[in-house]
């Protein structure tokens, strides 16, 4: 009756590590989020010790492809691009513009 779960005691070390990965990516999105938000360059970010000792060349395309992560960078986009018209390119003071 209890090999019915989850395999039987073998499961349990594979959910700690399924937990640990979950756990352990959650901490990358998060830092990458909030290094996005200090306006930093997201190579530099995936370049960052942090990132390097917590993830592998497998897990960073995943990270930079995550919901949260996606965010972030299209905020910093938009902060970026923030002060640009449409025509003119960077928003400059009008008066010097025409004369």
């Known amino acids: 009756m209890t090999d019915d779960i989850d395999g039987g005691a073998g499961g349990i070390p594979k959910r700690f590590r399924d937990l640990s990965a979950d756990v352990r990516e959650e901490r990358l999105v998060r830092y990458v989020v909030k290094q996005l938000g200090l306006d930093r360059h997201m190579d530099d970010i995936m370049n960052d010790d942090e990132v390097l000792a917590h993830s592998g060349?497998?897990?960073?395309?995943?990270?930079?492809?995550?919901?949260?992560?996606?965010?972030?960078?299209?905020?910093?986009?938009?902060?970026?691009?923030?002060?640009y018209s449409a025509v003119t390119g960077p928003d400059a003071d009008d008066s010097s513009a025409s004369g």
Not at 69 to 76: D, F, I, K, M, P
């Open 57 to 83: 060349e497998i897990t960073r395309p995943d990270l930079m492809q995550n919901p949260a992560v996606l965010r972030a960078l299209e905020e910093q986009i938009k902060r970026q691009f923030s002060g």
